[in-house]
């Protein structure tokens, strides 16, 4: 990486965080939000019992460890879904998307500096969830097996990163809505497992569940935190997960690039 794109990426960073700084008590009600979302399924879990059903015992650990889980998962994989399409979006509103695109930086790059200010924010966020897990709701990741836990976690957010920017090529050229980010939120949140096991699921939405990439990492996720899995014995939602990747990332880069020359052709980039 140069100096020169090292620059233009904290360029961005700076604007970010100046902005983020603004509103001065963001980052308290997102961690509110958060908090009350979570104590809804603790005290959901307290109503039965904290009881291990037989659709957990794959996982070793109740429902609302299972729960705490998927959901800091689900939220963080947000972040890169939703990251790249609502920045694109806040460039077109400013009218500052075709300035932006028009100085000499890098279709990488500047998809990078889109969403390294969302992540490092969302990091930290997640780590104020974990400690709230480990310490106030006695959380238990004493199992955890840490290289598969990082590779199933880096592929996950490659993959629903590569989701984002097709979404953000979508905004570009329709400038509304966002059927990418809907399917994640609604669609994927129901059949990817995490409000509960997959295997809850009637056979036809469990035959559908493996076309959702969403499935393959709460799985692996919740297999390597709880139940000590490695990457041998995740060695299928891994292959999976990478092949994911690997089709989605040079796909989505390729199409946010299309989308840019066709709308910079149309005079799509300078209005909203």
């Given at each position: 990486m ?7 990426i ?10 983020e ?11 509110l939000?958060?908090?009350?979302g979570?104590?809804?399924?603790f ?8 009881k ?13 460890s299972y ?5 800091a ?5 947000g ?8 920045r ?12 932006l ?18 992540f ?8 104020i ?16 097996n ?34 990418i ?6 669609f ?5 497992g ?6 809850v ?24 935190v709880?139940?000590g899995?490695?990457?041998?014995d ?6 999976i997960?990478a ?14 690039k299309?989308s ?11 209005t909203?």
């Amino acid at each position: 990486m140069t100096r020169k794109t090292l620059t233009q990426i904290f360029a961005f960073l700076r604007k970010d965080f100046l902005i983020e700084t603004s509103y001065k008590f963001a980052f308290i009600t997102g961690l509110l939000h958060a908090l009350t979302g979570i104590l809804t399924f603790f005290f959901i879990d307290k109503l039965f019992g904290y009881k291990m059903t037989p659709h957990l015992e794959t996982f070793q650990t109740g429902y609302f460890s299972y729960v705490f889980l998927s959901m800091a998962f689900f939220n963080y994989a947000g972040v890169g879904l939703g990251s790249f399409a609502g920045r694109i979006r806040e460039e077109q509103y400013q009218g500052t998307l075709e300035a932006l695109l028009s100085t000499p930086i890098n279709i990488p790059t500047f998809l990078f500096s889109l969403s390294i200010w969302n992540f490092l924010y969302a990091t930290f966020e997640l780590i104020i969830y974990v400690i709230l897990g480990l310490f106030l709701f006695k959380i238990d990741i004493s199992n955890i097996n840490i290289p598969a836990f990082l590779t199933v976690f880096s592929l996950s957010i490659i993959t629903f990163s590569a989701m984002g920017i097709l979404s953000a090529s979508f905004v570009i050229m329709f400038k509304t809505g966002n059927p990418i980010a809907w399917a994640f939120s609604g669609f994927e949140g129901l059949l990817g497992g995490v409000f509960f096991p997959v295997s809850v699921l009637p056979p036809a939405l469990i035959a559908l569940s493996k076309f959702v990439p969403l499935t393959y990492s709460i799985k692996a996720l919740e297999l390597s935190v709880y139940s000590g899995y490695s990457i041998y014995d995740l060695k299928i939602e891994i292959l999976i997960l990478a092949l994911f990747a690997i089709i989605l990332l040079p796909l989505s880069v390729s199409l946010f690039k299309h989308s840019l020359e066709k709308a910079s052709k149309t005079g799509q980039l300078s209005t909203y």
